[in-house]
């Protein structure tokens, strides 16, 4: 199995910043893929931003220029640096990766989401 442990969220004012963690553990081959999605009250999930183990990035158009997804690839841990803070940011963000687990079964998983709250 892969355990997922997020952290990094909280109170921030709006143009505040703020940065997210999330470390893969366990059963991992290796990770095709770790990105960040949100979801706020009332509101479907949503793709934040993603990147890939080639270093590819996909990221929402909402957050261009303010947010920056990294990676660690020796610490199987994905990053999301959150500047120039919107209340409509506001939303519990949820890690998700795609590994390769040994014998080569691929998984996805979900973390189970820190709350980021912006206050105006």
């Known amino acids: 199995q892969v355990q997922l442990v997020e952290s990094g969220g909280g109170l921030v004012q709006a143009g505040g910043s703020l940065r997210l963690s999330c470390a893969a553990s366990?059963?991992?081959?290796?990770?095709?893929?770790m990105g960040w999605y949100r979801q706020a009250p009332g509101k479907q999930r949503e793709l934040v931003a993603l990147i890939t183990s080639g270093g590819s990035i996909n990221c929402a158009d909402s957050v261009k220029g303010r947010f920056t997804i990294s990676r660690d690839n020796a610490k199987n841990t994905v990053y999301l640096q959150m500047n120039s803070l919107k209340p409509e940011d506001t939303a519990v963000y949820y890690c998700?990766?795609?590994?390769?687990?040994?014998?080569?079964?691929?998984?996805?998983?979900w973390g189970k989401g820190t709350l980021v709250t912006v206050s105006s």
């Open positions: 998700n990766t795609d590994v390769t687990m040994p014998g080569f079964r691929r998984v996805y998983n």
């Open positions: 366990g059963s991992i081959f290796s990770i095709n893929a």
